[in-house]
C-alpha cells in the first residue's frame, strides 16, 4: 500500500521562485491536508480538503494555494517563496473528515528558501 | 478556540524506566484526544485516540493515555521505556467545526511536541 505520497523530499528555493508540492494517497480518502512543522511550534494546518472541488484556509494560509480536482491528488503552491517558508511540509489525510479519528501523513518534504 | 498544552518541550529516561509525557487541553465540548508519534525523518502515526468511550486508552507499542475530564488533561504512559521508543510525540484535539461552506469537518490543533530520549 502506498498511503500518502508527497514529492519531492528535499527542495531549495530562492526568494522570489514559486514551486508545487505534490501530494496523492490512494486510500479514497475524502479529507486531505497540509501542515507545516516548525521547531518548538508543533503543526501548524495550512490549507484543508473535505472532498474535490472543496478546499479552505487552516491556521496560516497566506503564500500557499491549493485546489482538490480529484480525490486523489492535493498539490501545495507556493506562489512567491519567502525564508520564513523555510520548513518540513506534512501532507494527511483521513477517511472521514467529521471525526478525523486518524490522519496518515507523508514522509514530509523538507524546504529551504534563501 | 480549542488548544493543547504539552509540559515539556523534552523528555529524557533511561531505559526500562516509566515514561510519562503531559498533555492539557482546552475544549468548549467533549473532544477526541489523540497521541501521534514521529520518528526521526518520518510523518506522524498515530498512537491511540479518545472518542469518549473507556477513560483508559490503549494504544501500540505499550503505551496508554487516560482521560481525566476534571483535570482536563490527557497524559501519556508506558510502564517501561525502550531505546526504540526514541521520538517525538505529539498530543492533539479534535472538535467539530464549520468551514464557510457550511461543512463540518474535525479541525485538529496540535500540541508543541515532545521529544523523548531513551539512555541505555
Known amino acids: 500500500n502506498a498511503g500518502v505520497t508527497q514529492t519531492p523530499k528535499f527542495q531549495v528555493l530562492k526568494t522570489g521562485q514559486s514551486m508545487t508540492l505534490q501530494c496523492a494517497q490512494d486510500?479514497?480518502?475524502?479529507?486531505m491536508s497540509w501542515y507545516r512543522q516548525d521547531p518548538g511550534m508543533g503543526l501548524r494546518l495550512i490549507h484543508y480538503?473535505?472532498?474535490?472541488?472543496?478546499?479552505d484556509q487552516g491556521e496560516v494560509p497566506n503564500g500557499y494555494n491549493v485546489s482538490r480536482s480529484t480525490t486523489e491528488d492535493f498539490p501545495l503552491r507556493l506562489l512567491s517563496a519567502a525564508p520564513s517558508q523555510t520548513s518540513v511540509y506534512f501532507c494527511?489525510?483521513?477517511?472521514?473528515?467529521?471525526?478525523?479519528?486518524?490522519?496518515?501523513f507523508g514522509s514530509g518534504t523538507q524546504l529551504s528558501v534563501l | 478556540a480549542q488548544s493543547v498544552t504539552q509540559l515539556g518541550s523534552h523528555v529524557s529516561v533511561s531505559e526500562g524506566a516509566l515514561v510519562l509525557l503531559r498533555c492539557n487541553y482546552s475544549?468548549?465540548?467533549?473532544?477526541?484526544l489523540f497521541w501521534y508519534v514521529q520518528y526521526p525523518n518520518q510523518g506522524l502515526q498515530l498512537l491511540l485516540k479518545?472518542?469518549?468511550?473507556?477513560?483508559l486508552v490503549k494504544g501500540i507499542n505499550g503505551f496508554e493515555a487516560e482521560f481525566k475530564k476534571s483535570e482536563t488533561s490527557f497524559h501519556l504512559t508506558k510502564p517501561s521505556a525502550h531505546m526504540s521508543d526514541a521520538a517525538e510525540y505529539f498530543c492533539?484535539?479534535?472538535?467539530?467545526?464549520?468551514?464557510?461552506?457550511?461543512?463540518?469537518?474535525?479541525?485538529?490543533?496540535f500540541g508543541q511536541g515532545t521529544i523523548l530520549t531513551v539512555h541505555p
Open positions: 480538503s473535505v472532498g474535490a472541488g472543496i478546499t
Open positions: 492533539a484535539v479534535s472538535d467539530r467545526e464549520s468551514n464557510a461552506g457550511g461543512t463540518s469537518y474535525g479541525k485538529l490543533t
Open positions: 494527511a489525510s483521513s477517511l472521514n473528515p467529521v471525526t478525523n479519528e486518524k490522519l496518515f
Open positions: 486510500m479514497n480518502h475524502e479529507y
Open positions: 475544549s468548549s465540548v467533549p473532544p477526541y
Open positions: 479518545y472518542t469518549s468511550a473507556a477513560t
